[in-house]
């Protein structure tokens, strides 16, 4: 597999600089991506970056990211449009691991010369004094060149301080340390991130006497793949709550798994390129199936398939189809009984929830009074509200359509404790106690 060719064809390289092909084609190549730790998570807007170390790793070269446990510290003030908090070391550490733990999933660290490492910035940066750093490296890169990255340019106007301009020096730094102690040739990143890492490449290049004098004739290179973007120009990686987190335990399965399934189908086929390692007459094939039935959303679901089984796990795949059908598909009551007690919190989460006790249930003569009075109007407002939707054939319980009314109250209880009503497209649960 050529890394190069293979960014080409998925529409995932944006810019290098010269000699970078050449580079990878010559000889097994370690190269670097860096995370910023500011939360304890990666969310889908860092995938992007990610899946750039996994196809450089399937092409035989070895990948490092790099936690920004010292720059985190800082921020980048890339695409900022004001200064960042700073967070405690503590929290760092915290995010660091999470980042760590989640990069397993997509990173081989076990598989000889091209192993994938972790290294952590503060490791070196902890050693170094202020006036230590300005010597070292202070005195290689000229205000004139920081001052002409777009990433400081924007921020004339608001304001940027000492700390955040001095940010793309330090990741300079980052590429020196790396080239110079592990080897590290190449720095990758999103194509907002060229302005600092080309200031890695010019450090190396400056610090080391010029290219004609490195050691074998050895240069350093910057690649980018571009941003992901939604077909409407819009910003991609958010839901109508904020970040779809890789963590489980910030964005559910679930919540996962349905984000992908409600691409817009415009964006689909960039998406399907960036985020599967699908081949090429894979994905051409699913493109030509997917034009012949739209509403199917074939893309959406291979997509979704791929990235929430790598992220969560087949069986968390397999749980968010399952409640996907529950929520929103053709399941059936037997597909209700089916759900296992662990799995039913996880199904039904967000969905609107009433308790409903023994002496309420007892005084509901029929299904109007239960969705109505014994709901105390949580359900329908009224007992008007519920017989007309009953009638206009608009509710179900338990996947079942209910046409009458005046039908007793007599139905299964899922986990003996729960029924499971449908308006329309929404869903409510009742929960007896």
Known sequence: MNFIDELRWRGMLNDMTPGTEEQLQKEMTAAYIGFDPTAASLHIGNLATIMLLVHLQRAGHKPFALVGGATGMIGDPSGKAAEREFLSEETLQRNQNGIRQQLTKFLDFDCGANSAEMVNNYDWFKEISFLGFLREAGKHITVNYMMAKDSVKKRLETGISFTEFSYQLLQGYDFYWLYKHKNVRLQMGGSDQWGNITTGTEFIRRKEGGAEHLEGGHQAFALTTPLVTKSDGTKFGKSESGNVWLDPALTSPYQFYQFWLNTADADCPRLIRVFTLLTREEIEELERQHNEAPHLRILQKAIAKEVTTRIHSESGYELAVKASEVLFGKATLETLRSIQADEFDVIFEGVPLTE??????????????????????????????????????????????????AAPVAFDWLQDRYILISKGKKNHLLKKI
């Open 356 to 405: 409903v006790s023994a002496e309420e249930l007892a005084n509901s003569k029929d299904i109007t009074d239960l969705l109505s009075v014994a709901s105390r109007g949580e359900v329908y407002a009224s007992k008007g509200e519920a017989r007309r939707a009953i009638t206009q054939n608009a509710v179900s319980i338990n996947k079942t359509k209910v046409t009458d009314p």
